[in-house]
């Protein structure tokens, strides 16, 4: 299966999602894969088969999501220089969000840019870490805070890769998939309340149901100027989540998760979406084996970390809300301080 991404606002940014058993992937430059210790040791052997290259160097970082930061991407570009690697030279990123990430970024700088491909191992990365070109690290003032648009060349999504996937791993990966569901497709979201993700057919129609809605909005909305910040939801608050607890304690599905369930908070005191949806989607989640609970130690706190987030501005938080039922969203600016910290309070430790 082929999904085609082609970005309406700029020129000649088109390419292939491909979702498939991977195939020979030739390349008549010099390939760099980036991956991490974890990921290398189940599936390096694999990727090596497929890649046929004059030259193929491997890159080993540290896994985790702590390791997401300039100093490892410094450790990238330098094996990259003295490897002498030059302007046509390709990257591959091997591995989930984070090597994702991490390797676009890296590509989007070396010599002012190389072209990089995708080759996710994470359903997580799969659904929508590796689709549309947004390359980035962490620092310590808050999540992807330094990073850029940068487009790959091609993405190659194996869903074989996921039966090495620890199941907290692979839940981590729904949540983004529920994301996008309540988002945008209410007959998406019923699906996923009777999906068996044992069964690779279930998983295969997931994964591509989750692209093509990626695709979708990735072709209108390149640079995240409109429809693009939809694909937040949950974000907003999983990120402050994330910095709050280093990174350490929760997975990043697992606090866009927290996340969803704080934004339908603020949504159904804002009147947008119905305690019994909010329910729902919770149930949803929770049936996924996603954390959807989060004791917060200062609310004012907590909403400072706000204005750290991309999505401000002047002074205004952006906020991604279901909007009236699910399947349908909003952006909602403006909100007074004081409905959001009522909506934080539910979560007091």
Known sequence: MIIPIKIESSDSKEYNIHIENLQNIEFDTKVAIVTNTTVSKLHLDRALKSIKAPHIEVIEVPDGEEYKNIETVL???DRLFKAKFDRKSTLVALGGGVIGDMTGFTASMYQRGVEFVQMPTTLLSQVDASVGGKTG???????????????????????????????????????????????FDIDFYNFLKEVDFSNRDDIVKVIAKSVKLKADVVNQDEKESGIRAVLNYGHTFGHVVENLTNYREFLHGEAVSIGIVMANELAVKLNLLTKEDAEDIKILLKKANLPITFKIENIEDFYEHFFLDKKSANGSIAFILPNGEIGSNIIKRDIPKDLVIDALNCFKA
């Open 75 to 77: 450790t990238i570009l």
């Open 137 to 183: 690290v962490n620092n310590s003032y808050g999540k992807n805070l330094i990073g850029s648009f940068y487009q790959p060349k091609a993405v190659y999504i194996d869903p074989d890769f996921l039966k090495t996937l620890p199941a907290r791993e692979f839940a981590a990966g729904v949540a983004e998939v529920v994301k996008m569901a309540v988002m």
